[in-house]
Nanobody
């Protein structure tokens, strides 16, 4: 069992930046692929960024490419999502997610159904 706690959300103006953090606790000795998802009212939950357990490979939603960076520190059990040049359409609740993987299955996942553990979410609001 892993517990995920997000932080760093808030209200930001268009063009601003936010850094979301996710702290994992519990059974952190296992290997986990991680992802950041978001869900706006009336929309499906979508993967904004994902990273494999070793941190060597990343994925970004097309609309987030060039503006976002996902990274992880396995020594601290944290994953961060840096978002720049924020737009009103980035407004959503952002969720951190984790799924346990094996050493040889070092890949990222973008489907919400692949993830076992979820944080409670943090609101990001981009105002114009």
């Amino acid at each position: 069992q892993v517990q995920l706690v997000e932080s760093g959300g808030g209200l930001v103006q268009v063009g601003g930046s936010l850094r979301l953090s996710c702290a994992a606790s519990g059974r952190t000795s296992s290997l986990y692929a991680m992802g950041w998802f978001r869900q706006a009212p009336g929309n499906e939950r979508e993967c904004v960024a994902a990273i494999n357990w070793s941190g060597s490979t990343t994925y970004y939603l097309d609309s987030a490419k060039g503006r976002s960076t996902i990274s992880r520190d396995n020594t601290k059990n944290t994953v961060t999502l840096q978002m720049n040049s924020l737009k009103p359409e980035d407004t959503a609740v952002y969720y951190c997610a984790a799924t346990r993987v094996s050493f040889l299955r070092d890949r990222y996942y973008t489907d919400k159904g692949d993830y076992e553990y979820w944080g409670q979410g943090t609101q990001v609001t981009v105002s114009s």
